[in-house]
């Protein structure tokens, strides 16, 4: 089994940049895909931003292009979410999600992090 844990999250100031930790632990970990979403209160959960455990593909949601990276570290099972001038629309309780094949839904997810964007 794999476990799938977030850190970096916090309170921010509107304009700053904050960086999301997700780090694997458990079985050797080898996605297809790992992803960022986001859910704020009273709002549907949505998808932010993802990877290819190769680094060959990324994807962003319109809302964060330009402003939010995302990128991986193999060898440390790390994915980040690297996200730069932040607005008060982004505060949120992110979360990380691993798919483990192309057709599989994302089935590992972590317990997430709060993101607060104060304006």
């Known amino acids: 089994q794999v476990q799938l844990v977030e850190s970096g999250g916090g309170l921010v100031q509107a304009g700053g940049s904050a960086r999301l930790s997700c780090a694997a632990s458990?079985?050797?970990?080898?996605?297809?895909?790992v992803g960022w979403f986001r859910q704020a209160p009273r709002k549907e959960r949505e998808f932010v931003a993802s990877?290819?455990?190769?680094?060959?593909?990324?994807a962003y949601a319109d809302s964060v292009k330009g402003r939010f990276t995302i990128s991986r570290d193999n060898a440390k099972s790390t994915v980040y979410l690297q996200m730069n001038s932040l607005k008060a629309e982004d505060t949120a309780v992110y979360y990380c999600?691993?798919?483990?094949?192309?057709?599989?839904?994302?089935?590992?997810w972590g317990q997430g992090t709060q993101v607060t964007v104060s304006s």
């Open positions: 999600a691993a798919r483990r094949m192309a057709i599989l839904p994302y089935d590992y």
């Open positions: 990877i290819t455990w190769s680094g060959s593909s990324t």
């Open positions: 458990g079985r050797t970990f080898s996605p297809n895909r």
